[in-house]
């Protein structure tokens, strides 16, 4: 079998379909089923990048035979790929830790938990191939919709609410890129991303400018700008932890991607990138001070979420080739950390009805292992030596000194503090203070601590000798600013 | 080896004669209290009377052997002081190491014995000493300031930190620094009452309150180390000032006429004053000598 | 392979292996951390000056070797490291969490070599910040009100190491280069706003370290709660990383008209000192005074540094070297205590001269030397200071100096009084001399203070090195260091270092042994509760004890200025904050229809508003 890049698409669509049948056959197999199809995604990634990055090509893959611009075409290019191979290795670390999650759970919501996760790694997946702005738009949906279900899970009342915001605000993300598509497709005629980037230059300015306004709130609400941001605390604390984990890994970074896409290569308002440092810079300062003041230790982890993607927005607004670079690291450093930060939170706070930090008094002794997990990405998403963070937050700031955007530096600095307060507040309570809460603890399965320990080499590792990764991200940015190469690979295709 | 041997008779007659003139100091002061009490008072040469019965007595006791130490520290600051000062302004007798030191190593050298008395008034346990000690040491924060405040500003004014030079640009210049900076003089003198620790600073030792603070438990040998070593340094004090300020002396006489007019000064202020509170007598030297060490210093700079 | 890269892997690695060590074998847990550094001490001591690293890491080109200034400080960090481990093998005994401790301890240590090999500036702060999370994870080891402490220096070390990073990314984009060699040479090209900006972005990051006002708030709680053993080390070696940074700092980084820093900084030192010395007189507690007195040394250090001339900044190196020496012997003296006793606080611990005298003379001779008093090294040290403060007119300054050092003398007491001297209570009768382990550092550092009052050339000898890379010409004569016993200035007055010791010991002997024969025989030692009492007999259970409010006079006369501590400040900022932040998060009510609002209030200000951002 040619392995090309349909299969991202079509493996776990397939696999979502057909779980329930297998289901029947042998109850394991749902558990088992998503877990190969995210292996294999994950090698075919590995080769897909090799080849990507050797011949210095971009794979186009065209649906259905109809050639672009008149069908919907994939691409995977150093940028797309990369995003999309981080999504196919995290998805599957997560599902290495889900095997056995609350295996109290009974049969008919695992299933349903499994075509869910599917269907969700579908849609992130297809939202950063993707090369048809409304193609873009199904995908975001399909994310969307497992992603509601996904935080209402667990059938309680919080989860519910939680769920109905995410579902109201969510709606009205889709309404919004919705009508952007729409007017956008009555001024170019086409709805193929290529084809609009040559095109949207002669748009009439005004009407330029009302489309970009309505995607940048539309994929605003999906990538977490302040003020838009209200469904995530609720979302992020109500959702099972793994499913945290993926949402903060990799559904936000898809709504990032689109987001990205839009300002980078459809249109050529070079003035929105300001705003998109003013708008991340808000983000960050009002989430990471917020964060501050949280008792529950999933809803603090969300608000710290919501200040790193503020991060990776200002990084993207500088613009330079540089900050980019920074920027792109980060939403890699970003997934894996806060994955893993999630993933050990779970267990940290399992019995705990509340979730409090309070209930995490003295856990240290109790669960080494996972609060040391837990230590280490607190180290690492802080910025400290010599894990991962640090390289990203320095690439960073030194991509705003080139800019001599110094008030940036500070305030990112000042951030900074802020975020080592809160969260060495929570690890010297997981360590120094004397254990008075009666909350059971729960050890975390094999399979559980496996895959946390994977990302914690992973963050050491890079931290130690970053040079593994940056090559990759090197090319990613290269890629994500040249358009016309974009424009030229897509459309090349067509013209044969 | 001949010339060692001259140094230490030499150290040895500075010595004696530091002794000598300490004594007497201290009787007249008693004499010139006495008549002023209108009293007879004792004889002028009652202080070596004292201190040959205090060697003569037998100490029966001790405290452990920091206690032991602590009248050696004492004497060991003043001998080695002693040393360091020029007595007379020309000629080789009684220079010792006068080339050696300068003035700051002087104000640091007479710190190491009261110091050492410390110690060992510490090791014996006495409360009152204690006392006195803590009230000795806060006081000295007290005068010390208005003292370094003149000391630097005649270091600055004439631009050199060693005795020596001091007296010869004295002599060159032909005035006293006395003269050239009174507002130092000032400072320093007022810096003097404290360092002498008669009333009304004499808090540290008051007697009818802490058994005289610091040398209570100190007897016999001890205290006749002690009295040795407080009226050597007592010579110090005053021959330090008439080198820096007055313009050193060149001969004997004038070296007892003009420390003898100087010690008049705080003996005849203490007589008539009462006794101020610790606090008081800290604050005391931080107000007005610190306003005049201040001036000095200004003066000095601008010179 | 490279000797650097030797002494990290070995210092970095056995504090991983300590680490599990103490796991599976912890009765070897000892040995192998003293073992461990006796082999860092032999790399580094036999390292060539000229061994130099050069590699490329995530795009950047790093550089690492010991200049002259960084192996003065690295003589301090391994030689006190040594004898810190050394002394905490007899200290922790008994305490848990052992492996964590050493791993941390040793981490700390390696970090700060690794900190003095940095010659760029990217390394410097990789191995900054590692030494501030391990000494983090010290700080918060035991003790009461562990999050205060920990908080409080984890807020302030962060502050300057982003301030410090800050800095670095700004040089960067100017230079183009990490290198401390280019950016020296260099710096001068920026325009002067900017080089302005970065030095005292720098010098709030080393500033930190070094405890100057207005960042010190941190180092009492910091310095007094942790293990005496890591103290020690804390403010012997960690806090001279400081220094080193502040030397680099001033002298390469600001430009010489620049004298309003070096001033400014030079005040600021000397507040320091005054106001941490009189904390520290005041302090019951005898960790705590030592950490007050730290910082006040410390300004010292600084005040000599920023004096600029050749005999300052040698008085601030000198005192540096000397600080470190007798600060570690004051702090493993109370540990010693703490350890044997059970309490440091003076107020009920007293009379431990005979049961615990080699101690109390480690006590006795760091205490002298701390004070400045001759013939010991630290008048060495203070005459330096005084002399070069003078020469170049900062009148002032030398009577802030002077001020502080004399308050210096009723601390210096205290501790003396507090611990080992005044009345012998009975339940002290028991306790016994602290073990070898912890005696043999004690006593070896107060060697080197005697030593260094006579003969200070052996450690003005490096400490000449270290300027030359800082700038500064040789001025002392290349002759051999045991042969530097007279101090000059530059009016050319002097002070003959061997005649002082001579009369002193002289005198002392002589004085020594009149008192001592005379009437030897019939002497006998009595115990203090044997004193007089004006006539009263004192009975056994009598308190004759002097040790509350010691000096409260003294107390009373400066109120004013205790009034009101920066602390407080800090303190109220902080609540500020909290309630600030409070009010922001009500942004987030949890209300769902109002998040849409926000949605829609944002769109339709965009369309309004935002015209300009979109293009039209």
Do not use: C
């Amino acid at each position: 079998m040619v392995i090309s890049p349909v299969h991202y698409i079509a493996l776990p669509l397939m696999a979502a379909f057909l779980i329930p049948l297998f289901g029947k056959l042998n109850k394991n197999l749902v558990r088992l089923i998503p877990g190969l199809v995210l292996l294999y995604l994950s090698y075919i990634s590995v080769i897909l990048m090799t080849q990507v990055i050797t011949k210095d090509t971009t794979i186009i893959e065209i649906i259905a035979g109809w050639s672009p611009p008149w069908g919907i075409n994939l691409v995977f290019s150093p940028f797309t790929g990369f995003l999309v191979s981080l999504f196919s290795f995290l998805g599957f670390i997560i599902w290495i830790y889900t095997y056995n999650f609350k295996p109290e759970v009974d049969y008919a919501q695992t299933q349903k938990f499994y075509v869910l996760f599917m269907m969700l790694i579908t849609g992130a997946i297809g939202v950063v191939l993707t090369g048809d702005i409304f193609n873009l738009f199904v995908f975001l949906e399909i994310t969307a919709i497992s992603a509601y279900s996904l935080t209402a899970f667990y059938r309680e009342r919080d989860g519910a609410e939680a769920a109905f915001k995410y579902l109201l605000i969510g709606s009205f993300a889709s309404f919004l890129i919705l009508l952007a598509i729409l007017i956008l497709y009555t001024q170019v005629g086409t709805l193929n991303m290529a084809e609009i980037a040559q095109r949207v230059p002669d748009m009439n300015p005004y009407m330029k400018g009302v489309i970009l306004i309505l995607f940048f709130v539309g994929f605003g609400i999906e990538a977490e700008m302040f003020p838009l941001n209200g469904w995530v605390p609720d979302v992020y604390t109500q959702a099972p932890g793994p499913i945290g984990a993926i949402f903060a890994g990799i559904v936000v970074k898809a709504g990032v991607y689109a987001l990205i896409r839009i300002i980078f290569t459809l249109f050529d308002v070079v003035e929105v990138l300001q705003l998109l440092v003013v708008m991340g810079l808000i983000t960050m300062a009002v989430a990471e001070v917020i964060a501050m003041r949280q008792g529950r230790l999933k809803r603090m982890l969300a608000y710290s979420s919501i200040g790193q993607m503020g991060l990776v927005l200002v990084a993207f607004g500088i613009g330079t080739h540089e900050a980019v670079f920074a920027a792109i690291f980060l939403m890699f450093n970003h997934a894996i950390i806060k994955g893993m930060l999630f993933l050990s939170a779970t267990y940290l706070v399992y019995h705990s009805k509340e979730k409090n930090i309070s209930d995490l008094d003295g856990i240290g002794k109790l669960m080494p292992f996972t609060a040391f997990l837990f230590a280490l990405g607190s180290l690492a998403i802080v910025g400290l030596p010599p894990f991962a963070g640090f390289w990203s937050k320095l690439y960073i700031l030194m991509a705003a000194a080139d800019a001599r955007l110094i008030a940036v530096i500070a305030i990112i600095l000042v951030v900074s503090v802020i975020e080592i307060v809160y969260y060495f507040r929570v690890l010297h309570r997981i360590y120094f203070k004397e254990r008075i809460s009666t909350v059971e603890i729960k050890i975390p399965s094999f399979n559980a601590k496996f895959a946390m320990l994977i990302l914690a080499l992973v963050i050491v590792i890079i931290g130690v000798y970053p040079d593994l990764i940056s090559g990759l991200i090197e090319r990613a940015a290269t890629d994500l600013l040249d358009k016309q190469h974009y424009i030229q690979s897509v459309l090349s295709v067509g013209r044969n | 080896m001949n010339t060692i041997l001259i140094e230490i008779l030499g150290a040895i007659a500075t010595i004696l004669l530091a002794f000598t003139v300490g004594m007497l100091y201290g009787g007249a002061r008693r004499k010139v209290i006495a008549r002023i009490q209108n009293r007879v008072g004792p004889p002028i040469y009652q202080n070596f009377i004292d201190v040959v019965k205090l060697y003569s007595k037998e100490t029966s006791i001790h405290h452990g052997w920091i206690q032991h130490m602590g009248p050696v520290f004492a004497i060991t600051a003043s001998i080695t002081s002693l040393m360091f000062v020029p007595i007379l302004t020309s000629g080789n007798w009684f220079s010792n190491l006068n080339f050696s030191g300068d003035l700051i190593f002087l104000i640091y050298m007479m710190v190491f014995g009261s110091l050492g008395m410390a110690l060992g008034a510490g090791q014996t346990g006495n409360p009152n000493s204690a006392i006195g000690v803590s009230r000795g040491l806060s006081q000295m924060v007290g005068y010390e300031i208005p003292f370094v405040m003149s000391m630097v500003a005649l270091m600055t004014q004439f631009h050199t930190t060693s005795i020596t030079g001091m007296i010869e640009l004295q002599a060159q210049s032909e005035s006293w620094m006395m003269f050239s900076n009174p507002f130092a003089f000032i400072a320093a003198i007022m810096a003097m009452l404290g360092m002498f620790h008669y009333a009304p600073f004499d808090i540290v030792h008051a007697p009818a309150e802490v058994a005289s603070g610091p040398v209570s438990e100190f007897g016999g040998k001890y205290l006749g180390m002690m009295m040795t070593s407080g009226s050597i340094f007592a010579f110090v004090k005053l021959t330090l000032f008439v080198d820096v300020f007055m313009g050193g002396a060149s001969n004997l006489i004038e070296l007892v006429i003009k420390t003898f007019a100087l010690y008049m000064i705080p003996v005849l202020y203490g007589v008539i004053n009462p006794r101020y509170r610790t606090e008081q007598a800290i604050t005391y030297f931080w107000k007005w000598p610190a306003f005049f060490g201040l001036i000095g210093l200004v003066w000095a700079a601008f010179y | 392979m490279n000797s650097l890269i030797i002494i990290l892997i070995l210092v970095f690695g056995g504090a991983i292996i300590s680490f599990v060590l103490n796991k599976f074998l912890p009765i070897l847990l000892n040995s192998f951390v003293v073992l461990i550094m006796l082999a860092v001490s032999y790399f580094f001591f036999s390292i060539d000056a000229a061994v130099q690293l050069n590699f490329e890491i995530g795009g950047f080109h790093l550089q690492w070797g010991f200049t002259s200034a960084g192996y003065l400080f690295g003589i301090i960090v391994v030689v006190l490291g040594f004898l810190t481990l050394l002394y905490s093998t007899a200290y922790m005994n008994g305490k848990d969490n052992l492996g964590y401790f050493y791993m941390n301890f040793l981490f700390s240590i390696g970090a700060m070599l690794g900190i003095l090999m940095s010659r760029d500036l990217i390394s410097l702060f990789f191995f900054w910040e590692i030494m501030t999370w391990s000494s983090y994870l010290i700080v918060i080891y035991s003790g009461k009100d562990v999050d205060r402490r920990g908080l409080k220096y984890m807020i302030f070390s962060a502050i300057g190491a982003y301030s410090m990073l800050m800095a670095i990314v700004i040089v960067y984009s100017f230079i183009g280069s990490f290198l401390l060699e280019d950016i020296f040479t260099s710096i001068y090209a920026i325009g002067f706003g900017y080089q302005l900006a970065i030095a005292i972005l720098l010098m709030i990051g080393f500033g930190v370290k070094t405890a100057i006002m207005p960042v010190h708030v941190w180092a009492p709680e910091a310095y007094a709660g942790s293990p005496m053993s890591f103290t020690a080390l804390f403010s012997g070696a960690l806090s001279k990383m400081g220094v080193f940074g502040f030397a680099l700092v001033l002298f390469n980084l600001v430009s010489t008209q620049n004298w309003l820093i070096n001033e400014v900084v030079a005040w600021l030192a000397a507040i320091t000192a005054v106001l941490a010395t009189f904390y520290a007189v005041i302090q019951t507690d005898a960790k705590k005074l030592l950490a007050y007195s730290s910082i006040a040394q410390l300004g010292y250090i600084i005040i000599g540094l920023a004096s600029g001339t050749y005999l300052g900044v040698m008085a601030g190196l000198f005192l540096a070297v000397l600080h470190a020496v007798f600060k570690a012997t004051l702090f493993m003296a109370v540990g010693a205590v703490e350890r044997q006793v059970g309490t440091t606080d003076m107020t009920k611990v007293t009379g431990l001269i005979r049961r615990m005298p080699l101690t109390f003379i480690a006590t006795l001779i760091s205490i002298i030397t701390l004070a400045g008093i001759p013939p010991l090294g630290g008048f060495v040290g203070k005459w330096m200071l005084y002399e070069a403060l003078i020469t170049s007119d900062h009148y002032y300054l030398v009577i802030m100096v002077f001020l502080s050092s004399t308050a210096a003398f009723l601390y210096s007491y205290r501790i003396l009084f507090g611990m080992f001297l005044g009345q012998e209570e009975p339940e002290y009768a028991n306790v016994k001399e602290a073990p070898l382990a912890m005696l043999i550092p004690m006593l070896v550092l107060s060697a080197i203070s005697v030593f260094a009052g006579t003969f200070p050339g052996f450690i003005i000898e490096p400490i000449q090195k270290a300027m030359l890379v800082l700038g500064f010409e040789n001025r002392i004569p290349n002759i051999e260091w045991y042969q530097l016993s007279v101090l000059f200035n530059s009016w050319g007055d002097k002070v003959v270092l061997q005649n002082i010791m001579i009369s002193v010991m002289g005198v002392f002997l002589v004085g020594l042994a009149f008192i001592t024969i005379k009437g030897y025989k019939n002497q006998r030692y009595v115990s203090t509760k044997d004193i007089s009492s004006s006539g009263e007999v004192i009975q056994p259970e009598d308190n004759m004890t002097f040790q509350m409010d010691f000096y409260k006079p003294f107390e009373r006369a400066i109120w004013p200025l205790l009034k009101r501590k920066i602390d407080d400040y800090y303190t109220d900022f902080g609540k500020g904050l909290e309630a600030l932040f409070d009010f922001i998060r009500r942004f987030y009510s949890g209300n769902g229809q109002l998040y849409a609002i926000y949605v829609m209030a944002f769109l339709v200000l965009l369309l309004i508003a935002g015209t300009k951002y979109f293009g039209f």
